[in-house]
């Protein structure tokens, strides 16, 4: 079965500080991964995905597939890094994800 | 261009009744994806359609069922309406392609009493 692991409900760090939202994952397969971002009265919507390798909002995440792992990183937190963010997987296309419970970013001043 | 739109915004029904929701995705969009947002569960896939077919298909009971017409407009419905049933309802679109980019509508929020 698929399952998607956030293990941190709440993380605060100030501004400035390095930020790592953790997330596991089990999947038999090569999965797709994702980090999707909710702000405050916005809709859900993607951050970044591990094919595409990228840097978004100063964001990387690396799929570690050893130790089934996608931490989301930023080396400098900004205020408006304030969100809840999601860890997703899909199988057989983008369409069908399986989220993470998510975690609250609060990026304290 | 207008993004992913989801009507009602809010609904309130009782046990035993049945609900429709509707999606209109993104012009260009042919698929559309539905999830259910609970406290409890978060978010779960609750199916896919593609060119007006079902493509993929979560976990849940046949109470919940949807279609699509051929201008990619959703809808959802849910019979036999149960209080756990109660739930944010999102809504997502793509061109339809792997590893696509979801465009996520506000959802509709649903109170079953």
Known sequence: AQRVTQ???????FKGAPVELKCNYSYS??????????????RLQLLLRHISRESI???TADLNKGETSFHLKKPFAQE????MYYCALSRGGAQKLVFGQGTRLTINP | KAGVTQTP??????????????C????????VSWYQQTPGQGLQFLFEYFSETQRNKGNFP?????????????????S????GDSALYLCASSFGGGEEKLFFGSGTQLSVL
């Open chain 2, 62 to 78: 046949g109470r919940f069922s949807g279609r699509q017409f051929s201008n990619s407009r959703s809808e959802m419905n849910v």
């Open chain 2, 24 to 31: 209109s995705p993104i012009s260009g969009h042919r698929s």
């Open chain 1, 7 to 13: 293990p941190e409900k709440l993380l605060s760090v």
């Open chain 1, 57 to 59: 909002k100063g964001f």
């Open chain 1, 29 to 42: 397969g090569s999965p797709e991964l994702f980090w999707y971002v909710q702000y405050s009265r916005q």
């Open chain 2, 9 to 22: 915004r809010y609904l309130i029904k009782t046990r035993g009744q049945q609900v429709t929701l509707s």
């Open chain 1, 80 to 83: 408006e890094d304030s969100a």
């Open chain 2, 80 to 83: 036999t309406l149960e209080l």
